[in-house]
């Protein structure tokens, strides 16, 4: 690979802005926050960062429910707030993308307005509006992902309309060319400020079987996995259109110097979601890769995942890697505190541009939410199904004490104001999460072989992950060993070389048994 593009060897860090700094002391981060924190991604050492959606919204979905989408939320700031953080992040070499939902606008958006107006409005078509079916109910079955069906029904003009997400979302109809046209304007809009890119948001969502046929129900489902699963997304989801909606996106990013970046956000069988690179690679750069997201924590599995997505890419399309955001779990939660850097090591060190999320460089944890104080509407509208997003959207600690350095107010959701969980203490402390974040985030941009190598599994077996990473150049080869178990293991045979890095704040020798819960990389000889 000659000319590497930036977002190839690089780290990109999402921003949960809500959670992320608070300047103005009403409990909820916002744009001047980020500004003013942009020194602890620079110390971490990322190459970007995404932020959630920063624009006029209701907030019935916490800002993926937008009512204008050229403009700031006052709650995060004004547009020349925008402009200085952007300009402070590219002042430190930081990229910016923004969260672009096309899916659905906020049902306060003038465009819906107007579509709800009436059978002949302007834009009745830029949205999909069905008749009942005979007896009156819902055009067909199918569900929205936040509970219940996913039509709402419109008394005045004796129509539904479609929402896959809430009511307050209604979808926008991506089979008007006048919407595509439309969101393509968005964009440009925010590349010609000087945006470096957007992730898309409910990508696989984006377009409906044409013929509205009812989707199957999915044989797998039992009552937890909560209701939007019992029915499969075969006529909702992964429509055969999305490639081309993802190569006309795509040539809009394409209209800039340099070339701004797309990730596509869509869950998925790895088959499914690498189409949308497009079949000459021009569609999205990235369609993330969530298959390491709900995985269970075995060599094992994690060794099958590798392999099956390495097989599944396109040729010449570059991987990505997710192990959090702002709807999943927190990965400490999931694996354990103590596993919290073997997936760190994970997550840095596979071939592909991996994505943090924002306070997984300080291992948080899931926050429990007492009852009074749930936010999110899909644990609200389906309760039980431990669905709700908000022991993931709790704000960072920046410091001790009660508002944690968030916030001089009340927070928008409960802190975690354990002292080991804050960046003020993490940063002084050598032998901390963050200290060590910041040690693989130095050893990557260092090493060719972990930002752009080749990758071979080795080994998964008896607790014990082992891949390597050779150089581009046919230059040094980095052997990953990450020991997933409590217990101490033997290195996998064969693996000798010299110690680059430990996740143990001791120096092992290179060749001892991996201690529990140790990440080792070893420069293999020859
Ligand atoms: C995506 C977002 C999620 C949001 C949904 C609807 O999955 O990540 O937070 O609720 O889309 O926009
Ligand atoms: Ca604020």
């Not at 002042?91 to 659905?104: S, T, W, Y």
């Not at 008394?155 to 929402?163: C, D, F, K, R, V």
């Not at 693996?495 to 060749?511: F, Q, T």
Request: with cysteine.
């Amino acid at each position: 690979m000659a000319q590497a593009e930036w977002w190839q060897g690089g780290v990109i860090y999402q921003i949960y802005p809500r959670s992320f700094m608070d300047l103005n002391g009403d409990g909820i981060g916002d744009l001047a926050g980020i500004a003013a924190r942009l020194d602890h991604l620079v110390a971490l050492g990322v190459d970007a960062i995404w932020i959630s959606p920063i624009f006029p919204s209701p907030m019935a979905d916490f800002g993926y429910d937008i009512s204008d989408y050229c403009a700031i939320d006052p709650m995060f700031g004004t547009i020349a707030d925008f402009d200085a953080l952007l300009a402070a992040a590219h002042g430190r070499g930081l990229r910016v993308l923004l969260d672009l939902v096309p899916g659905h606008t906020s049902d306060k958006h003038p465009w819906f307005r107007d579509s709800r107006s009436g059978r002949d409005a302007a834009r009745r078509d830029w949205y999909v509006w069905r008749d009942p079916a005979p007896d009156g109910g819902p055009p067909n079955n199918w569900l929205s992902e936040f509970g219940g069906p996913a039509w709402t029904f419109d008394a005045p003009s004796g129509q539904y309309y479609l929402n896959i997400f809430l009511p307050e979302q209604p979808a926008l109809n991506w089979r008007n060319p006048e919407v595509a046209e439309a969101i393509a304007g968005v964009m440009r809009f925010w590349f010609d400020r000087g945006v470096d890119g957007f992730r898309v948001d409910a990508f696989e969502n984006l377009v409906m079987d044409a013929a509205f046929r009812n989707n199957p129900p999915n044989p797998e489902w039992t009552p937890p996995l909560g209701p939007a699963r019992s029915l499969l997304g075969q006529h909702t989801k992964h429509q055969p259109e999305l490639v081309a909606i993802a190569q006309a996106m795509r040539r809009v990013a394409a209209e800039y110097a340099p070339e701004r970046l797309l990730i596509g956000e869509a869950y998925g069988e790895p088959e499914e979601v690498v189409r949308y690179y497009g079949p000459a690679l021009d569609g999205f750069q990235q369609p993330f890769n969530f298959q390491l997201i709900g995985l269970d924590w075995t060599p094992a599995a994690v060794a099958e995942v590798i392999n099956e997505y390495e097989a599944a890419l396109p040729p010449g399309a570059w991987p990505n890697w997710v192990l959090g955001n702002h709807d999943r779990g927190r990965i400490a939660s999931r694996v354990g505190p103590a596993q919290a850097r073997v997936a760190m090591v994970l997550l840095l060190t596979l071939r592909g541009t991996p994505t943090i999320y924002q306070g997984d460089e300080l291992g948080m944890e899931n926050v429990p939410i007492p009852p009074d104080r749930v936010r999110d509407p899909w644990e609200i509208n389906v309760p039980g199904h431990g669905l709700g997003r908000d022991p993931v959207r709790t704000p960072l600690a920046w410091e001790e004490g009660p508002g944690a350095g968030f916030t001089t107010g009340t927070p928008w959701l409960p802190i975690d104001t354990r002292p080991e969980v804050c960046v003020a203490r993490q940063a002084g402390d050598p032998a901390s999460m963050v200290a060590f974040t910041r040690r693989l985030l130095a050893l990557r941009r260092a090493e060719s072989a972990l930002a752009l190598g080749a990758v071979e599994v080795l080994h998964a077996g008896g607790g014990v992950l082992a891949y390597v990473r050779q150089a581009p150049d046919g230059g040094p080869r980095l052997a990953i060993t990450l020991n997933f178990t409590g217990r101490e293991q033997p290195l996998p045979e064969g693996l000798v070389g010299e110690l680059v890095l430990s996740s143990r704040n001791a120096n092992p020798d290179a060749g001892a048994p991996l201690a529990p819960d140790e990440a080792r990389i070893l420069r293999l000889r020859g």
